[in-house]
């Protein structure tokens, strides 16, 4: 039996996404089981849900669920499908056929109303439908694609409900209501045990509230979880509130300590950890972290960006270049864990990496053709937006020591397969295999593979696969885009390099976690460690393959951590370059002469970076944030405009308020920068902003709160010395410049136009020196 349509002002069905998938009816009796025939359609409700009033089109729904049937067969099954949905639950439930909507007159959902609360800042209301993961334990055989997007949308989720938990929490400390902070923080730690954020916070407000012996409790137990999991101690800034903590439940007296939260940053962006412009509270590590609102707004960006280079570059970019030109499609994951699809992303990678060793081929960047993971496009348009004549797609498929890899090389502009292939192979042979799949496309484009035998092909990599495996996992992306994500990262990439410690793209990698780790939020004994350790690997990496250019770039990544040196980061990047470059090498040289003052050339770079990469958010965000520096204000601000997606890269507004601020926009500046306030830590750049604005009181109030947050754990110097220069006060401006310096917390901002007042003071040739600059 099951409830009868929902007529007028009959109440709608129930659909339940976090935790176990159930359906129910307007009397709360369940209307679908999860076994069968129906799981199918609890996945397709679910999936819709989760879409809201977009919907999905109908070749969308083919790949999810029928990705190995024809076009006619699975057609059929969906149109049985949805008929069947119809038939149990109302005549009325879909609102489209394609794409294809759920009715909210006859079927509400948990996720729908989250993502209401959400959207009109209702916190409480949102939390409060989160009962647990977005289909907990929920699997489809037989639809891999379906479940790559769970996993997406499961960790997308979870991070937007640990958004929201950080939130509710800061409200309750700014009421100085302790004991909801507790509640807010202790559900935020459940969402990711090993967060160094919840736990600081957590301990934090148990000691406001007076209850010592939680606190403690809570603090040792968080201290054996890292050591268990991570394999790491807790870090400097917790350890010490950890110590505070036990030294005043022994004393049975109450410090209120105020430790900064460890907070995530735009990793891929040596300058933006010091800044603290843009905060965003981060999901907790998930193998696919990858958003899915992310990869549905980079359509826009596809289907515009070969024209945007014609009108701005003037160039003919319909006429391929000389030689033959390839994109590698992300290959799809058709194992039965889940999990391997980190593994799969990386031996995609390695693919790409191996083909650009052919001759006279030109491969595009990864970041431009993973963006048409999730996108329907035919092949004629995918080499249209990317300026390619081939596509190379595929899948693998792994299980235990062996895999299953399967390549189509397609003719873009003819939608045809020009080669195929399949190779069954022990996954020891993985290197053997990759070099296989590059000579093959090699010959069939009739070029040349010029690197010579397969360990040529993956310089720095290793022999021993079980190292491989844990450095494919360990430098996911995935790992920058948390809290606790880097610790994690950074342990898989020891646990590859003590299996092999010859293991030099390893040691490039962990950089990149140091940085992540590093920032404004944290002590200069702090910075100071990780920017050794960061120093330490790349000069490992250096001494193992100084023909690696991600050893290189690595160095350039250390030096990152504090701005520090930018001569010799300036050396390492070109030097990674004319070895052959890797993966957004000309984005990091952009970066290092736009701190170095040099716009124009920085314009050069980023330029060429978008061109290379033209689907790159990154790239393109990069490329307008320089236009604006180099005056360039309509066309920066309509680049930045391309990613300002939802959610928007996290660059993205610091850079928009950059761009408002140097044409004297000051309203707009701050809602970009997020207006200062009084109680914590703020943007240094909001504060100049507020300064300018002609808010000189507020400015200074926030300076002097500033200034005691300093001398109590030694951040906040780069906003002292901000506010000073946007009151015109120099000498304190240079006091705190140079305390920031010593710090580690130097932001390259104070090199832009916006501060050419400040530049012509005679001392700043002397601040110059101190970040490694030449004199001009």
Known sequence: MTDPPAGPGASPHRLRTFGTLTLAGPNAAPVLGTHGHHRRRLALLAVLAAAGEKGWSRDQLLLFFWPDSSQTRARHSLDQLLYALRSSIGDGLFSGSDPVRLNPAVITSDIGAFTEAIEQGELERAVEQYQGSFLDGFHLDGAPEFERWVDEERARRTGIYADALHRLAQRAEAAQDHAMAVRWWRKLADVDPVSATGAAGLIRSLMNAGDHAAALQYAERYEALVAQELGTSVGPAVAALVAEVRADALTESVTIVKTPALAATDSTDPRLPNGKTARQRPPAPSAHRSSRYWQLGLTALVLGTAAWFVAT??????????????????????????????IVDGLTEDIMSALQKIQNLRVVPRQSAFSFRSADIKARAIGDSLNVTYLLEGSIQRQGTQMRIQVHLIDAPNDSTRWAGTYDRGYENVFATQAEIAAAVARELNLRLGAGPADKLHRGLTTNIAAYDLYLRGRSPVHLRSDSGPLQGLALLKQAVALDSNFAAAYANMPYMYFSLSGGDRTPDENREFKRLAYEAAQKALALDPDLPESHVALTVAHGIGQTNMLESEAAIRRALALGGAPRAREHLSRVLMWSGRHAEALVEATRAAEEDPLSPSAVADLGEVLCANRRYREGMAQLARVLTDPPLRRVHPYRGLCFAMQGMWREALSEFGAPR?????????????????????????QSEAIELWQRDRSGALSVAFVAAGVGD???????????????????????????????????????????????
């Open 313 to 342: 570059m003037n160039r003919d970019r319909s006429t391929p270049g000389p030689g033959a030109s390839i994109a590698v499609m992300p290959f799809r994951n058709v194992s039965r864990d889940p999990q391997d699809s980190v």
């Open 678 to 702: 009084s109680g914590g830590p703020f943007s240094p750049l909001g504060g100049y902003a507020l300064a300018r604005s002609g808010a000189v009181a507020e400015a200074r109030k926030l």
């Open 730 to 776: 120099y000498d304190t401006a240079f006091e705190w410049l140079n305390r920031a310096v010593d710090d580690l917390v130097i932001w390259s901002p104070i090199m832009y136009p916006l501060f050419e007042q400040l530049h012509k003071d005679p001392r700043f040739e002397q601040f110059r020196l101190r970040v490694g600059l030449q004199k001009r």
